[in-house]
């Protein structure tokens, strides 16, 4: 599902995010990515779905090599994968439907199946009865959910999520991460950046851990193992 083979990430301003990590996270996994803050975390999951690219070495999505992928094709990659953000990144003038609707309509999916695919999905995430509320009607813990919605709407086999519980209280967070569950046990895969200390311990699954840009731990069914 995904590969990493001696990835180097350095920015433009010197600072070495990613020294040498290869890794490899196969098909239905459910895996946390944890470490202390500025440990590269953040870049290891940007590089799956190509908002950074790799200064050396090489990275396969299921299987393709995406490292020397070319600007026009990254659209077509991130089609099959779902992305999940810690601020939702839902866009405000749309409801929850048209929301979750626009990541079908890019595609040019026909009317008649975004309908049907949108309402399974809000079904899906518990939300189907809020379908014409704006966002901003909506509480943190909702807004997460059509986030979610909208990442799966497409049918990916991987879902990326970065500190998708970092805006929400804990009991919201505990709803959210049950959701997570759910869609593991269902069959796609998820790799999740995280600092809740909580619900890495509390649901033990694989813990991959950076430290200085290196992985430094990978464990199945570990503990978080650092302070905040």
Known sequence: MIEMQDV???????????????VQINKSEFVYVVGPSGAGKSTFIKLMYREEKPTKGEIFINGTNVTHLKNRH???LRRSLGVVFQDFKLLPTLT?????AFAMEVIERPRKEIKKRVMEVLDLVKLKHKARFKPVELSGGEQQRVAVARALVNNPGLLIADEPTGNLDPDTSWDIMKLFEDINYSGTTIVMATHNRDIVNGM????IAI????IVRDQLRGDYGYEN
């Not at 430290?211 to 290196?214: F, I, M, Q």
């Open 74 to 76: 990254t659209p077509k």
């Open 204 to 207: 033990k699954k694989r813990v």
């Open 8 to 22: 180097w990430k350095t920015y433009p301003n010197g600072v070495h995010a990613l020294n040498g990590i290869s």
């Open 96 to 100: 929850v439907y048209e929301n979750v």
């Open 211 to 214: 430290e200085g840009g290196l």
